[in-house]
């Protein structure tokens, strides 16, 4: 009866903990940190709906793959090389099963594999260490760490892998200490689950096959009673390896699958300090590693005083440990130009390792069986899991933190609705889109409910390869149509067709030689403006424009024009706070001016929208960029997206960023907002 209690109390703080952190995201679309890698897995199971829940023809909606051709040749199938895709595909049949597509369902999944991996890591800890408390204090301490619980309800098969290998390493503790064979399988299959899943994962199963090597060699185990399941083990992993070697090769994959090394010392070094910089207390927290480096202080003492006797299962698991760290570094070691942009790789590789050598020396602590100890030792359980848990509800919210500079997001919210938007312009659901600047993949296909190609660098030459593939539609967001597209390749503009626009995303057809101007494409060349404004520096403008430097020593077409000298932060500034216009609704704003250079300038067209003391918009966009010609005046034009405004504490601003103490003449510099 006290057993299950026990077992009951332990998975109410499982489920309690995975309640608090994931009850506000569960129906959250891919998005934020790692968008594009979790969107990725969201489309593979989206995509074994549509290809009747086949799993060996794995795919996406993108027909042009990362791999090997960096999305530059076509395919004529989204079919993609990855690794074993059964925890894409579990989550497909739970949404044929229910009808219902929702992120909610593939996210629910993963959390609830979390909950079965972190009561699996309490049942190790607990055969281990003979201590409810210690056990319970693991669990906290793992369920804890920011990065273990921004990806507990993601997409990534991250998850469920480690808990496959946590549930194997289990089942291997138990074979130790029973030497029941139906352990030792239950155990590979497991560790082969995960390995197939994420490959990393082969690092503990190969890390078991050290330890029973040396049980072997020390006559504690025999060999013939594991040559059937690590047999059906290597041959699993070795076959799925060659057919996703076949896929790949066959269709390519939007998946990396090559090592990534440091190419020097110097190199491995600046990663390194970055990751630390960027990921070192995501991973674990200041109050984590504080409570490791005091529970390995305690542990030394009892073992060096006190002579503590370490149990053969005990070390074994310790030699497991050390074994897996030490896989680990090599892997890290082969991927670790990965390692800045990836911090789920420390859930493959570091995580599990760390906590089971947690879980080691806490064995290494006597059991309390007096009363009073115990009570002392709740409360400080208590205090400290309640530090702990603090932690990550403080990250989660600081990692889904987004604004102007997040493209990503912005893409999300541009492309929502888009599906029922093409809907309405009957765009066909078999329709190939090509999406120019996509930022991630699959995300813009996903919303839109239509495969296509995906060109995810936009300079001239992939954006003229792109327009030769067999495609139905062209897709562009307006916001980022004149600095991502435009800008790169001006002659664009005769190459597309506006058919409709939603004020986010405009669909287009191509068109050999369409005779348009930027502002008929964009659509408002016969529009008036709301309001509009501009300086040409032969009379002094309204209060409103500051920094007004003006110059005979050159000008567009008048006497004088704007001089930005190298001394000077900021250029040619105009700033409002009385501009009804953006109180009543979103807003198009149209820049214009032209510019003249003798060097390299580097300097940033900024707009900016400042409420209450925060930036609700902020975008800007780099000279040196749009200015393509030395010694000749040269026209930029750009435009903004502007959010609206909903308080009237705010300040407007446009204005030149002087960041690289460049020179620069300016003339004719006007704005307007449609």
Not at 129 to 151: E, G, N, R
Not at 211 to 231: F, M, Q, S
Not at 273 to 301: C, E, G, N
Not at 373 to 402: C, D, G, W
């Amino acid at each position: 009866m006290r057993k299950k209690l026990e077992r009951i109390g332990i998975l109410i703080v499982i489920i309690g903990l995975g309640f608090i952190f994931q009850y506000k995201y569960l129906n959250e679309f891919p998005s934020h940190i790692h968008a594009w890698a979790q969107s990725d897995r969201y489309a593979l199971s989206l995509g074994f709906l549509e290809n009747g829940l086949d799993f060996f023809k794995p795919q996406t909606f993108v027909y042009n793959h990362q791999f090997p051709h960096k999305w530059k040749v076509p395919s004529e199938t989204t079919i993609t090389a990855v690794d074993f895709p059964i925890h894409d595909y579990i989550p497909a049949l739970l949404m044929k099963i229910s009808g219902n597509t929702s992120p909610y369902l593939f996210r629910l999944y993963i959390l609830l594999y979390s909950f079965i991996g972190l009561f699996f890591l309490f049942r190790l800890s607990f055969a281990i260490t003979k201590d409810y408390l210690k056990s319970v204090f693991v669990i906290v301490f793992a369920a804890t760490s920011p990065v273990f619980v921004y990806y507990q309800g993601g997409f990534l098969p991250t998850i469920p892998s480690l808990a496959n290998a946590i549930i194997g390493i289990y089942f291997y503790h138990r074979f130790i200490n029973g030497s029941k064979n139906k352990n030792f399988w239950l155990s590979i299959f497991f560790l082969t689950l995960a390995a197939l899943s994420r490959t990393t994962f082969a690092i503990p199963l190969v890390a078991l096959l050290g330890v029973e090597l040396i049980r072997l060699i020390r006559k504690e185990t025999r060999v013939i009673p594991k040559l059937i399941p690590l047999g059906i083990s290597f041959l699993s992993i070795l076959s799925y390896l060659f057919y996703n070697g076949y896929l790949r090769e066959k269709y390519g994959s939007i998946f990396l699958n090559h090592i990534l090394p440091a190419s020097n010392i110097e190199q491995a070094k600046e990663i390194i300090k970055y990751v630390y910089d960027s990921w070192f207390f995501q991973y674990f927290t200041k109050p984590h590693y504080f409570i490791l480096i005091a529970v390995i202080v305690v542990s030394a003492y009892f073992i060096v005083i006190k002579k503590s006797q370490i149990q053969k299962a005990k070390i074994y698991l310790g030699i497991l440990s050390i074994a897996y760290l030490f896989g680990c570094l090599i892997f890290a070691f082969l991927m670790l130009r990965q390692f800045p942009a990836h911090d789920y790789y420390f859930i493959d590789t570091f995580f599990l390792p760390i906590i089971l050598f947690l879980i080691f020396v806490l064995s290494l602590f006597p059991v309390i069986e007096k009363r009073n100890y115990k009570i002392i030792s709740i409360v400080i359980l208590f205090v400290f899991s309640v530090i702990l848990i603090l932690q990550p509800i403080k990250s989660q919210k600081k990692r889904r933190e987004t604004g102007y500079w997040d493209r990503t997001e912005i893409t999300i919210n541009n492309y929502r609705n888009s599906s029922c938007f093409l809907d309405s312009i009957n765009v066909p659901k078999d329709s190939k889109i090509l999406v120019i600047d996509a930022v991630a993949p699959n995300i813009p296909f996903i919303l839109m409910q239509r495969k296509g190609y995906a060109v995810m660098t936009t300079n001239q030459k992939n954006i003229e390869e792109a327009l030769k593939w067999d495609y139905d539609f062209i897709v562009i967001q307006n916001e980022y149509f004149i600095s991502e597209i435009y800008t790169p390749y001006p002659n664009i503009l005769s190459k597309l067709e506006k058919i409709a626009d939603n004020g986010n995303i405009s669909v287009c057809r191509y068109s050999e030689s369409n005779q348009q101007s930027l502002l008929d494409f964009i659509g408002i060349k016969n529009k008036e403006p709301v309001f509009e404004t501009s300086v040409n520096f032969d009379i002094t403008p309204d209060s409103l424009w500051q920094n007004f430097n003006s110059t005979i020593d050159s000008s567009y077409n008048s006497g004088y024009s704007g001089h930005l000298t190298s001394d000077i932060l900021y250029g040619l500034t105009y700033k409002s706070t009385n501009l009804p216009e953006l109180e009543t609704s979103s807003r198009t704003l149209f820049f214009s001016s032209y510019f003249l250079r003798d060097t390299i300038v580097n300097c940033e067209l900024v707009v900016s929208i400042n409420s209450n003391g925060q930036n609700i918009y902020y975008k800007s966009n780099n000279l040196k960029d749009l200015i393509k010609k030395e010694g000749e005046w040269e026209n930029v034009s750009l435009i903004f997206q502007l959010p609206k405004v909903q308080s009237s504490d705010y300040e407007f601003a446009i204005f030149i960023w002087n960041t690289g103490k460049s020179e620069l003449y300016y003339d004719n510099f006007a704005f307007s907002i449609y």
